[in-house]
């Protein structure tokens, strides 16, 4: 194993190195332990933590907006103490509204979605589902975290200047973001903006190289790529999503820095502004659109194939079964992964885009329901005939497939463009995407958590606790975002701070008083689970067995609390794929277990 | 903070740290019972409350529809002909996610709760099927086949070309209101330039009438008989109407509910858009039961902090209300050059020109 072994000399923790390490901590500070860690495992938790807080801020956010949504005539005195300026006399300003809006948009999709899931997971399971043990590059994966931190910071100090934090959208669509003089929004806080997604559109590509690096090249002895767990597969398509559209993405990011500060005219164009012409002359505004959507768009997939991916897992697992058409699932993954680079445009149905391009994107768009049917219909046929065991990660699991059915479905709806162009841009909208990708992947993200914490920290979460948090996180969700397609059918567009001078959306008043106290419960049930996270990693029930699933994938043949370098001998062998449960009679047959003779081919 | 914010703040501290607490103790209780057994217990209260999520879900999906259909916009059916198709997709696509959503979910919660773990229970070693696979790989596309070919019939007659005898209004945004031009006598919009934009000279478009040697602009006369309106935009019944849809700063959306349609506009890239309106105003007040319709345009595009403010309105009338009022409005030109106006030198004011002047004085407070 030539490549096992270079690894290892790479990384510096051949496993005798390691042993030093339990017994006597010797050369790891705490400096290189906890904060510039090159351990992926200490990486992963960082990317998490961090998710965490920005899931606390955003999620906050949109606790505040939704109070004024569903009580704009309220006054809430401590949101002045809170937020000063931007909400005089206890009434959220508009220019407030639209900063949480954005940054809620912002933060959710890219910091919490993206980096906490993506970053989180792909940096935790795959060297140790693959049987490798680090990243390929554990310094560029060091470096990966430090400058999402970095953007971070830079995110976060946009919300503290004068003129406030960007507030055009999370699109940030020109001319909204390139111009100053349109909203204070897009004055320094829009610069801050950018530079801090240009700093995780590095971060991200370092991520994504590494983990594509890694499943390409250090896979363990016997771990062919038809072995991987679905898990593996998702992170991998995801790395190769990431790594071809945010390149793009930044390009249209530097386009718009230099319409911003440069003078160039990319995309403005006949723009007659606060009593002045500009003088740009010839840009085009839509061009920034086609830019964002094609990295805007596989970022959706971005989100959610890794949640796939450990719902599938999970499902698997706890079904006692296994996954049902693993070669389908791997080929609808990677047809969602291609089609993903082909329906941007179906954001841009009401552009004024020509009618027979649009054509095109429909086709393309609707075609993507069939591969995400293949992997309901698979899901359902796993968890059928098995032995359901419903822990707090099951659960989760089997409600991302009940959010994926909802909020998929709805999507059909909107990618066919007669019909977007009633339902684009209203709260049809922003029901269908909170529910398939926001909640559904926060499922995703929550199963995922409760289901490896016992490999993360060594302890157990509170199951009581878990279950509290699944069922109000679910019914709170539909409760949230199902009547919100009616609004969206009324035609109430999104992204308004109040509807009071509106004869066609003003009967939702009560509806968005439902609405926003909901929103809060569920807020406030996440803290629970936060709570509980904390709580658990240092006082939670101990991990006794190294096994506490019977799952078969290769984390669980590492010690309890595994050291930098996961095994402490040679690394496991695989002889087999990782879905061997309930073959033969025997409960399950982890990925090492060697072929034996009588064993029945399926 | 008020007292009473303090007293809220600390009863759901109060009810976090009872909540924690009881988890905790529940988690030492099941120790003590044996792992065991508690599991089997937590498993069957799990999957009765899966199956009660089903039953209790879709009800609560037949009564919110119950509760939310009257206030959608589907009771009072599309007020454009073109929007009828779109209803009519509406129910296509409906009709045919409904029964999937159904099926799904049905199937999922029903099979998670009857198998849920029993002791003894062999699970079905199931690694894959072909026939099934093939199965849920055709049937889900020849569905999709018959709604992609509806939807792109319903694409490609509404975005077709607007009909020869078309009303045609330009429809600019601005942050944050809109715009409105009708084509004059001559049928023909003058032609326009941003840099020819005045809010103080009453030229909010940039018509071009008259020559400007800086901008190397020469004046359009076609210009002289358009007349601009803000905010209210006056249309036929029965008569298809094209509108030009523009901005002059940031991107917006001519959002049409009523008449299911929308469209965005943006700065140097003119759109179009085009319907036929099946009522006047006054029949959708009678149809809707509700005495303060109006067709509104929304604005369905972020553009600024004004943007739920951004609000337009259709006055769908007969052919002989449009005359009347089109009869009643002054040129534009001639709104802003008083002095060139022949009904000013001749001295006569009548009553009938107060409200253009009215809305002019309106654009140019702006």
Not at chain 2, 336 to 355: F, G, I, L, W, Y
Request: hydrophobic content about 45%.
């Amino acid at each position: 194993m030539s490549i096992e072994t270079t690894h290892v000399h790479q990384s510096g923790v051949s496993h005798e190195a390691h042993h030093e390490v339990h017994h006597g901590h010797h050369h790891e500070t705490f400096l290189t332990k906890y904060v510039f860690s090159q351990d992926h495992k200490t990486i992963a938790k960082q990317f998490l933590i961090t998710g965490m807080f920005w899931a606390l801020v955003g999620g906050f956010f949109s606790v505040i907006f939704r109070l004024q949504l569903g009580f704009p005539d309220a006054k809430f005195p401590w949101l002045e103490d809170l937020l000063g300026e931007w909400a005089r006399g206890g009434q959220l300003q508009a220019e407030a509204y639209y900063a949480l809006v954005t940054m809620h948009g912002t933060v959710l999709v890219f910091f919490v979605l993206t980096a906490g899931l993506s970053g989180t997971f792909s940096n935790f399971l795959i060297p140790l589902q693959v049987g490798a043990r680090d990243m390929a590059s554990p310094f560029m994966n060091m470096l990966s975290y430090w400058f999402f931190f970095v953007a971070s910071i830079v995110m976060l100090s946009s919300l503290f200047v004068q003129t406030g934090p960007f507030s055009g959208g999370w699109t940030a669509y020109p001319p909204l973001s390139a111009l100053g003089q349109a909203s204070p929004g897009s004055k320094v806080g829009m610069d801050l903006w950018l530079v801090s997604m240009a700093l995780f559109v590095v971060s991200s590509l370092l991520g994504g190289l590494n983990y594509i690096a890694t499943v390409l090249n250090l896979r363990t002895k016997g771990m062919s790529m038809t072995r991987l767990p679905l898990t593996i597969w998702a992170f991998f398509f995801t790395a190769v999503l990431g790594v071809l559209s945010f390149p793009v993405l930044f390009s249209g990011f530097i386009l718009l820095i230099f319409d911003r500060h440069f003078g160039t005219s990319f995309y403005l164009s006949d723009i007659y502004i606060n009593g002045q012409a500009l003088p740009n002359e010839g840009g085009s505004a839509i061009l920034y659109q086609h830019l964002f959507w094609f990295l805007g768009h596989p970022e959706v997939y971005i989100i959610l194939l890794p949640a796939m991916g450990m719902v599938s897992e999970i499902l698997s697992v706890n079904s006692r079964k296994p996954i049902f058409g693993y070669m389908a699932m791997v080929g609808s993954l990677f047809a969602i992964a291609i089609l993903a680079f082909l329906v941007w445009a179906h954001h841009m149905f009401v552009t004024g885009l020509n009618p027979f391009l649009g054509a095109f994107f429909v086709l393309l768009t609707l075609l993507i329901a069939v591969p995400s049917a293949i992997k309901v219909f698979n899901w359902l046929t796993t968890i059928w005939k098995g032995n359901l065991r419903f822990t707090p990660a099951m659960l989760f699991a089997l409600g991302f497939v009940s959010l994926f059915i909802s909020g998929g479905l709805t999507g059909i709806f909107l990618g066919n463009s007669s019909l977007d162009i009633h339902l684009h841009d209203t709260y049809f909208v922003i029901a269908h995407f909170h529910i398939v990708m926001g909640v559904a992947s926060m499922f995703g993200m929550f199963a995922g958590i409760y289901h490896w914490f016992p490999k993360m920290y060594g302890r157990y979460l509170n199951n009581t606790l878990g279950y509290i948090h699944f069922w109000a996180t679910m019914i709170g969700a539909y409760l949230i975002f199902w009547p919100m397609h009616y609004e969206g059918l009324a035609g109430m567009p999104r992204r308004y701070y109040k509807y009071d001078i509106w004869e066609s959306f003003k009967q939702f008043g009560t509806l968005n008083q439902f609405i926003s106290v909901v929103a809060v419960i569920v807020f406030l049930v996440q803290i629970l689970f936060l709570l509980n996270f904390f709580y658990s990693i240092w006082k939670g029930r101990k991990v006794t067995t190294l096994n506490p699933w019977s799952a078969n994938t290769l984390e669980w043949t590492t010690p309890i609390n595994p050291g930098h370098g996961n095994w402490e001998g040679e690394i496991p062998e695989v002889h087999r794929w990782a879905y061997d449960y309930g073959k033969d009679g025997k409960e399950f047959i982890p990925q090492t277990t060697p072929v034996s003779a009588d064993e029945s081919k399926h | 903070m008020t007292t009473t914010s303090y007293l809220i703040l600390a009863a759901a501290v109060l009810v976090f740290i009872v909540i924690f607490q009881i988890s905790k103790a529940s988690e030492y209780v099941s120790t003590l019972k044996g792992e065991e057994k508690s599991n089997k217990q937590t498993n069957r209260i799990n999957g009765f409350l899966l199956l009660g999520f089903m039953i209790v879900g879709f009800i609560g999906v037949w009564y919110c529809n119950e509760l939310l259909y009257k206030q959608t916009l589907f009771p009072q059916g599309a007020a454009s002909e073109e929007g009828e198709k779109i209803d009519q997709m509406f129910m296509i696509t409906t009709a045919v996610t409904g029964v999937v959503f159904i099926l799904t979910q049905f199937l999922l919660f029903y099979f998670a709760w009857k198998y849920q773990a029993k002791e003894g229970r062999k699970v079905f070693y199931f690694p894959h099927s072909n026939k099934l696979e093939l199965i849920w790989t055709v049937v889900p596309a020849v569905f999709l086949t018959v709604l992609v070919v509806f939807g792109l019939k319903f694409w490609f007659r509404i975005t077709s070309d607007a009909p020869k005898n078309a009303l045609t209004v330009e429809i600019v945004g601005r942050q944050f209101g809109w715009i409105m031009r009708y084509p004059g006598k001559d049928k023909t919009f003058g032609k326009t330039n941003f840099r020819a934009i005045s809010d103080e000279k009453g030229n909010s478009l940039g018509q071009i009438w008259e020559d400007n040697t800086d901008l190397k602009l020469k004046s359009d006369p076609a210009n002289y008989d358009d007349v601009v309106t803000t905010q209210t935009m006056y249309i036929v019944k029965g008569r298809p109407v094209k509108l030009i849809i523009g901005s002059r700063d940031v991107i917006h959306d001519v959002g049409l509910s009523h008449f299911r349609l929308k469209m965005d506009a943006v700065p140097g890239i003119p759109t179009t858009l085009w319907f036929t309106p099946k009522y006047t105003t006054k029949e959708m007040k009678e149809r809707t039961g509700n005495p303060d319709f109006v067709y509104e345009i929304s604005c369905d595009q972020m553009c600024g902090n004004g943007h739920y403010s951004m609000k337009g309105i259709i006055e769908v009338v007969t052919q002989e209300e449009f005359d009347l009022w089109m009869a009643k409005q002054k040129p534009n030109y001639f709104v802003a050059n008083p002095e060139k106006d022949p009904a000013t030198q001749q001295q006569a004011t009548p009553a009938s020109d107060t409200s253009s002047v009215k809305i002019a004085a309106v654009t140019n407070g702006k």
